[in-house]
């Protein structure tokens, strides 16, 4: 027997001894030990993707009929399963566990593991993780390292969409006006960025762990590739209404989607390669002709401005904001604005018959309260 072979050989049965230890100490001192003995057995040290009865536990554990503590206690475990582990097997059942759990679970776990990263930092933050048991070891590490950036940047899509676009029915980027498309285009296409950098390289492309974590991260880009399509329609239909400051933003996304375009298809044809993909449909992806691209270009250079003042009274009796929005036909010219005439002076010498009250030092001055 190889030396190799005898080091892996042994490296499994203590990864099996952890796991038998850990599971007994979570059935006898954990107060919620049914959902710790089931996140401990999905994330073992077998190298093979988490069992289903084990996943299925934690969805029913973290669906909306069960209390939060139950909710908080699973991420409370799935952490410290992550920051405790150098074993890259355990690291990636971990967050396939996490994964499964946000696209088919209940949102009750999606909520809680945005506030565990608000108040406990950053559960997916594996960027010094490394696994440095064999050579094979660094390259798995270093897939598992892309896949927690990947669902890092998920839950940040998340939260700036405050909607879950895998989960969407329908697209909502169908129907969204300048400004929401604006916003949300950006966040959904550096989430397609980061799965673009799943693409699994040395012995991580021929492992059977990674490629189940790649078949779901695939899924995923299919829907998230035609939700970014729809808005990229949406904002070239409004492309040639808009003012100047926000023709060049949609400009640049839309450049941005022809450079993505390329490398995902790229990215698409190794991915076909696995046996996994056989029953997955791609999308057709298609360059934007550049002709096009030139007229957008034009448009900018002609495109209309708008500049807008706000103007803030703190007066005591004007709590509320006043936004005075300024049109201007030539960008260059410096809008004015008018000093407000001065009170008249009081006359030096009062008449006989007037008679002039001293100002009480409790009253109010203002001359524009009245």
């Not at 991420?75 to 088919?104: D, G, P």
């Not at 598992?144 to 879950?164: G, I």
């Not at 006989?352 to 001293?358: H, Q």
Request: glycine letters at 2%.
């Amino acid at each position: 027997m190889s030396g190799g072979s005898t080091q892996q050989s042994l490296r499994k049965a203590l990864g099996a001894i952890k796991d038998s230890t850990s599971v007994g100490i979570a059935k006898v001192n954990s107060d919620f030990k049914d959902l710790d003995v089931a996140v401990l057995k999905a994330t073992s040290h077998v190298e093979r993707p988490p069992k289903e009865k084990h996943v299925r536990t934690l969805f029913a554990a973290t669906s909306a009929v069960r209390p939060r503590a139950d909710v908080a206690s699973c991420i409370q475990a799935l952490a410290k399963r992550l920051s405790k582990t150098q074993n890259w097997t355990v690291a990636l059942k971990s967050l396939i566990v996490i994964h499964r759990t946000l696209r088919e679970g209940d949102p009750t776990f999606r909520e809680e593991l945005l506030n565990y990263c608000v108040t406990r930092g950053q559960i997916l933050n594996l960027s010094h993780f490394k696994d440095d048991s064999s050579p094979n070891a660094w390259d798995f590490s270093a897939w598992v390292r892309t896949y927690a950036l990947f669902l890092e940047e998920r839950l940040e899509c998340f939260r700036v969409l405050k909607y879950d676009v895998e989960a969407e029915r329908f697209s909502r980027m169908k129907e969204l006006d300048t400004v929401d498309l604006l916003e949300q285009l950006p966040p959904l296409q550096q989430l397609l960025y980061r799965i673009m950098g799943c693409q699994p390289e040395g012995a991580a492309f021929s492992n059977y762990v990674i490629q189940y974590a790649l078949n779901l991260v695939l899924k995923e880009s299919i829907k998230l590739y035609q939700a970014i399509s729809d808005g990229i329609i949406n904002l070239v239909d409004k492309y040639f209404e808009m003012q100047r400051h926000d023709a060049v933003k949609a400009l640049d996304i839309y450049r941005r989607t022809g450079q993505q375009n390329q490398k995902l298809s790229e990215f698409y044809e190794i991915c076909k390669g696995f046996d996994f993909s056989r029953n997955l449909k791609f999308p057709s992806l298609e360059q934007p002709p550049s002709s096009f691209l030139s007229t957008m270009e034009d448009y900018v250079k002609e495109a209309p401005q708008q500049f807008t003042a706000i103007c803030r009274d703190f007066s005591e009796n004007y709590d509320d904001q006043k936004v005075l929005v300024i049109p201007a036909l030539e960008y260059r010219k410096t809008v004015e604005y008018e000093e407000p005439p001065l009170p008249a002076e009081p006359s030096a010498e009062p008449s006989d018959t007037e008679i002039i009250n001293p100002v009480p030092s409790n009253e109010n001055t203002d001359l524009l309260v009245r």
